[in-house]
């Protein structure tokens, strides 16, 4: 539990050095449901749907944070926001497990538009970015020699990734991370991995 503990301490820092740093505020509120705190989840997560509405996954874990503390009708609103928001962005994961949840919940499923919807036209040298939802150039080359890197080449923008780097670094940097160290590789790819809007 210390190590929760450290872990929920390190990301609040993260959250109250840049309060513009959605990751920061993500990886806190997932930490303090991780560590059975839905009441103080709350507020981390709804700042990261403030800073960017596009994070389906931050629906997700507010709508169970606010289950658990008996919050029914609010969890029931951002599942619903939650589910057409992963729709338009083809989050299909998040997408399907909050649909699931609203049938558990005896909720009605907002009517989804991916079906219906035509499909984006992406042209050479460009894709449909998971993060901001557009199409955008993107990276010339996968930048690990990994299955991660593989994803993240497939599904994020160049100016995304961009910016992603520069919130690697702060992590690193917050974390004081080793990456030398697999553990410490591993937390590195769970955050940019949430920063990107793609499933870990």
């Known amino acids: 539990m210390a190590d929760a503990s450290e872990r929920i301490e390190q990301f609040r820092k993260?959250?109250?050095?840049?309060p513009s740093n959605e990751l920061g505020h993500f990886s806190l509120g997932r930490a303090l449901i991780d560590a059975g705190d839905a009441a103080s989840a709350v507020g981390?997560?709804?700042?990261?749907?403030?800073?960017?509405p596009n994070i389906s996954k931050a629906y997700q874990l507010l709508a169970n944070a606010l289950l658990t503390l008996g919050r029914k009708d609010e969890a029931i609103a951002q599942l619903t926001t939650g589910v057409k928001k992963a729709d338009e962005r083809g989050d299909v994961l998040p997408r399907n497990e909050m649909t699931s949840k609203l049938k558990e919940?005896?909720?009605?499923?907002?009517e989804l538009r991916t079906s219906a919807a035509p499909a984006v036209a992406v042209g050479e040298g460009q894709v449909l970015c998971k993060r901001c939802g557009q199409v955008r150039s993107k990276l010339e080359k996968p930048p690990f020699r990994t299955a991660f890197g593989?994803?993240?080449?497939?599904?994020?923008?160049?100016?995304?990734?961009?910016?992603?780097i520069?919130?690697?670094?702060?992590?690193?940097?917050e974390l004081r991370l080793p990456l030398a160290d697999p553990q410490a590789q591993k937390m590195w790819?769970?955050?940019?991995a949430e920063f990107l809007n793609l499933d870990s």
């Open 105 to 110: 919940l005896g909720a009605p499923v907002p």
């Open 14 to 18: 993260m959250a109250e050095a840049d």
């Open 44 to 52: 981390p997560l709804s700042k990261v749907i403030e800073l960017n």
């Open 189 to 192: 790819d769970q955050h940019i």
């Open 166 to 173: 520069g919130h690697g670094t702060k992590v690193i940097n």
């Open 150 to 164: 593989q994803k993240i080449y497939e599904n994020t923008c160049a100016p995304c990734w961009k910016e992603a």
